[in-house]
């Protein structure tokens, strides 16, 4: 468990940074689509890839081309549903194999939450997830729901989160992004930094140190990342040292 240490300015001839996307780069919103990308993370996004020598890289539970809606014009390297969806450099972005069980769950799904329901569900193709960040008092159903839809579904797993319940496939991890980045250019030969602050991040970190890397935890709860920081200001910060900045985000 990360015991809070701030963690060490990025080193650009070293290192390969791996950002998490929501509660990492941008603050949460009642609903997925209402976050709010400033300007200014953009410009500092463009300016920490050419600092690393474009061994930057976006690995979310988001889809790639959310992303790229949210970061527009920049078009970084990204794993989006959790290394379901994957795009490196250069070329357009491929995607595994979804499990049929994953039609399963969501035609379950469509019986037991409608148009008007409290609890709002976000379709990924190949992840389905029930948000409750507007209605917290329907945590425990969202739970319910979730695990009832993926009843005698082997293929697939319930994954808890930030006001959500995540329904995906059981070999789809943020790990697996990581590695296969780390394969390619420029990322290769680096040493690679995972930073995220829920449950879906941790496997991304463990696979950060155990390529000599380290993981950053944004917030609070129990982590396997070696260093911490509070909130996405702190991240933006942080960044601003690796992009040479002169003066505080």
């Given at each position: 468990m990360t015991d809070g240490k701030a963690p060490p300015p990025l080193d650009p001839a070293r290192n390969a940074l791996f950002l998490d996307f929501d509660g990492s780069l941008v603050d949460f919103a009642p609903t997925p689509d209402r976050i709010v990308v400033r300007p200014e993370t953009i410009a500092l996004l463009?300016?920490?890839?050419?600092?690393?020598?474009?061994?930057?890289?976006?690995?979310?539970?988001?889809?790639?081309a959310d992303?790229?809606?949210?970061?527009?014009p920049i078009r970084l390297p990204v794993s989006g549903v959790h290394g379901l969806e994957f795009r490196a450099e250069s070329g357009d972005a491929t995607a595994g194999t979804i499990s049929d069980e994953v039609e399963v769950a969501r035609r379950r799904l469509a019986v037991d939450i409608g148009p008007s329901d409290p609890i709002f569900v976000e379709d990924k193709g190949g992840a389905l997830v029930l948000h409750f960040r507007a209605n917290p008092d329907q945590r425990?159903?969202?739970?319910?729901?979730?695990?009832?839809?993926?009843?005698?579904?082997?293929?697939?797993?319930?994954?808890?989160?930030?006001?959500?319940?995540?329904?995906?496939?059981?070999?789809?991890?943020?790990?697996?992004?990581?590695?296969?980045?780390?394969?390619?250019?420029?990322?290769?030969?680096?040493?690679?930094?995972?930073?995220?602050?829920?449950?879906t991040d941790e496997d991304g970190m463990r696979?950060?140190?155990?390529e000599g890397g380290?993981?950053?935890?944004?917030?609070?709860?129990?982590?396997?990342?070696?260093?911490?920081?509070?909130?996405?200001?702190?991240?933006?910060?942080?960044?601003?040292?690796?992009?040479?900045?002169?003066?505080?985000?």
């Open positions: 463009e300016e920490v890839r050419r600092r690393l020598g474009g061994a930057l890289a976006i690995v979310t539970g988001r889809r790639i992303i790229d809606h949210h970061l527009a425990a159903r969202a739970e319910t729901v979730a695990r009832q839809v993926t009843a005698g579904l082997e293929t697939l797993r319930v994954v808890g989160g930030h006001s959500i319940f995540e329904i995906r496939q059981q070999d789809v991890t943020k790990a697996d992004a990581v590695r296969r980045f780390m394969r390619l250019a420029p990322f290769s030969g680096r040493l690679p930094v995972f930073v995220g602050d829920d449950f696979a950060a140190t155990a380290f993981g950053v935890r944004i917030g609070p709860g129990k982590s396997a990342a070696e260093f911490r920081l509070p909130d996405t200001l702190a991240v933006h910060a942080w960044l601003s040292l690796a992009a040479g900045a002169t003066r505080g985000f």
